[in-house]
C-alpha cells in the first residue's frame, strides 16, 4: 500500500491525470474493493459545484471515486471514513503559482494516493473492518473556462462559497467529498488528508503533519498511534474565534484568509464547515511530508506513502 501511495504520487502530471488515475483504482477491484465512480455528469447531478469548479478550466475530466471494502460483513457497525485530495497537477489556475518549483505540484495529490494505498492495504490484509475511501480527482488549470477570483459557487452541502484565490483549491475538492461522504455512507469518523496548505511547512517542516479535530478521542487515538510507528503528526487548535476570518460578506464562507496568518488552521476551519452532522472528523495536512528532497529515516528520497502506515495500525490497534 505504501508503494502504491508512492508510486501514485511520483508519476508525471502527463501520465498521471484523473481519467488514468479512475483506471488504476478501478484495477484494485480484484482484491474486492467495491469501486464507484463520479464522472462530471453525475457529480453536477448530485450537486459538487465547488469540485467541479476547481477543474473546469482542464481539458481532463474530473472524478469523485468511492472504494468500499466490507471485511467484516456481519457488523452493523457504521464504516471508517477516509477522504484524500487528487488535485494530480496544480498550477493554482488563474491565481497561477510560480514558475520555480511548480513541477513539484504534481504532488498535490497526496492525500488521495494515501488513501487509495491504505485501501490496498486493507484488501490485502483482508482487514476485518469496513472501510470507506473517498478521493476527488481534477486538475487545477488557467483557461478561458477556469473559475476565477470572485466567482461563488455552491457546494454539495447546499453552503455557497466566494473564491478569492483559485490556488485554495484543495478546500474546495475536499468540502464537496466530506459533506458527500458524510451523507451517504453515514461513517464512524471521517479522516481527510491533504497536501493542503504551504503554511503547515511554516509550522512543523517535514517532521511532522498537521492534525486537526473535533474529537479528543480520535485525535489522541491519532497521535499516540503516530508516535509508535514514526509518522508524526502534531495536533493544532481549532477555534470558533477563527471563523470571522473566512466569513465572506456576499456567501456562506469564502476559500481564504484574506487577513494574514494562521493559514493552516483557517482552511481546517473552512473544511469544519462542511461536517453537517457532527460527525467525529481530523484532518491531517500533509504537505510537508508527502515527498522530502532527502532521504529520511523511512523513506527514500521523493515520494513518501506518508500516511498510509499510520492510518493502517490506526484501525489495526483501534478499529478491529
Known sequence: GVFQARDLVSEP???????????????????????????????????????LGVGQGSINESFLVTMEW??????????????GKGVCFDTGGISLKPARFMEEMKY?????????????????????????GVVGLVENMPSGNAQ???DIVKS????TIEILNTDAEGRLV????????????????????????????ISLGEEYAGLFSNNDDLSNKIFGISKKIGEKVWRLPLNENYNKLMDSTVADVQNINYSGGAGSITAAQFLQRFIINKTPWAHLDIAGMAFSK????????????????LLNKLIEEHYE
Do not use: C, H, W
Not at 466490507?70 to 477522504?83: H, T
Not at 454539495?156 to 453552503?159: D, E
Open 156 to 159: 454539495y452541502s447546499g453552503k
Open 174 to 201: 475536499l468540502s464537496d467529498a466530506i459533506s458527500f461522504t458524510e451523507k451517504k455512507f453515514k461513517p464512524k469518523f471521517i479522516i481527510d488528508l491533504a497536501t493542503l496548505t504551504g503554511a503547515i511547512i
Open 294 to 309: 532527502k532521504a529520511s529515516n523511512l523513506n527514500p528520497k521523493g515520494a513518501t506513502g506518508f500516511g498510509v502506515r
Open 108 to 132: 498535490d495529490m497526496a492525500g488521495s494516493a494515501a488513501v487509495v494505498g491504505l485501501l490496498k492495504t486493507l484488501a490485502l490484509r483482508k482487514a476485518k473492518v469496513n472501510v470507506v
Open 70 to 83: 466490507r471485511g467484516n460483513k456481519k457488523s452493523k457497525d457504521k464504516p471508517l471514513a477516509f477522504v
Open 148 to 150: 476565477k477570483p470572485g
Open 13 to 51: 502530471p502527463n501520465i498521471l491525470y484523473p481519467k488514468k488515475y479512475v483506471e488504476i483504482i478501478k484495477k484494485l477491484s480484484s482484491l474486492g474493493l467495491k469501486i464507484q465512480i463520479y464522472n462530471e455528469s453525475k457529480m453536477k447531478k448530485l450537486g459538487m459545484l465547488a469540485l
